[in-house]
């Protein structure tokens, strides 16, 4: 469990983070976004101990992290791994010994460096790489490396600073699907900076929006999107949404997997003899699993009919103002 109590740091006059507070519980994927300068790598270094903060508490397992000291907070922080956006893998080490070197600083024995490596490249998924340099590697090959170095320790908590923002789309939905893997195989809480909103909405269970320092969204994955504050409005920019006709009603009408009938929209216009008309109809990929949408333009003289047999069907509905894409 970490719990972020009020939590302060600035630098010279510039406030960064102000009174965040934060409970991750274990074992869980958390997304932390916002835009630049909002505060989020500040938090991660609070986390891991290489940033003091000013106030507040950040407790690790009960553990108050601004109460240890040199060699205590250095025995600590083997319990957070950490990557990074640009891997920062040593170039002059190849593979075997970029993963081996958090080890071999802890005075690890030969055999047991050995025998852990090796493991991580098959967890990780390039044991055929095990001799390269960082040079011969291309991008999503070197996150794989960084990620692996990062576990080397048994690490209780990951944290991903920007970890798939140099990749493209493809490799940084592989890099994810192995987190994602590494996550449910290890029980490891892995926090997850970036900007991507769409890496956050599949594979994080809860997300926090920062906004100038402050936590100024939360929530679970499906509903923090599905009823879209107005801070994710301003993050997502105007481009990310469609307007809807004034007159009448717009409605969404949520399914999941299980719930989704072709012949839904057929009997609800021949039972309730409703004018409506689809504006929209997508499906979305949340950590939870997929969820259907639709928004339907309704005719306000029909909107109760239409309305109170969805209710009726146990049809999850909403009204919409605006559609986020």
Partial sequence: MIEINKVCKSFHKLQVLKEINMKLEDGKIYGLIGQSGSGKSTLLRCINGLTVYDKGSIKIDNVEISSLKNAELRKFRQNIGMIFQNYSLLSRLNVYDNIALPMRCW??????????????????????????????????????????????????????????????????????????????????????????????????????????????????????????????????????????PENGRNLRIILNEKQTDERLLARMALETKGAFSIVKADAEQYHSGRVFYMIIHVEEECFEKISSWLTEERVRWNLEKEVLL
Avoid: W
């Fill in 107 to 244: 005075k690890y024995g030969r055999e047991e460096i050995d025998k852990r490596v090796n493991e991580l490249l098959d967890m990780v998924q390039i044991p055929d790489k095990k001799n390269a340099f960082p040079k011969e590697l291309s991008g999503g090959q070197k996150q794989r490396v960084a990620i692996a170095r990062a576990l080397a320790m048994n690490p209780k908590v990951l944290l991903c600073d920007e970890a798939t923002s140099a990749l493209d789309p493809n490799i940084a939905e592989t890099i994810m699907e192995l987190l994602t893997e590494i996550n449910k195989k290890l029980g490891i809480t892995v926090i997850l900076v970036t900007h991507q909103l769409s890496i956050v909405k599949t594979y994080c269970e809860k997300i926090y929006l920062l906004e100038e320092g402050k936590i100024a969204a939360e929530g679970e994955s499906e509903e923090f999107f599905e009823n879209p504050s107005r801070e994710l409005r301003n993050l997502m920019g105007m481009q990310g949404i469609t307007a809807l």
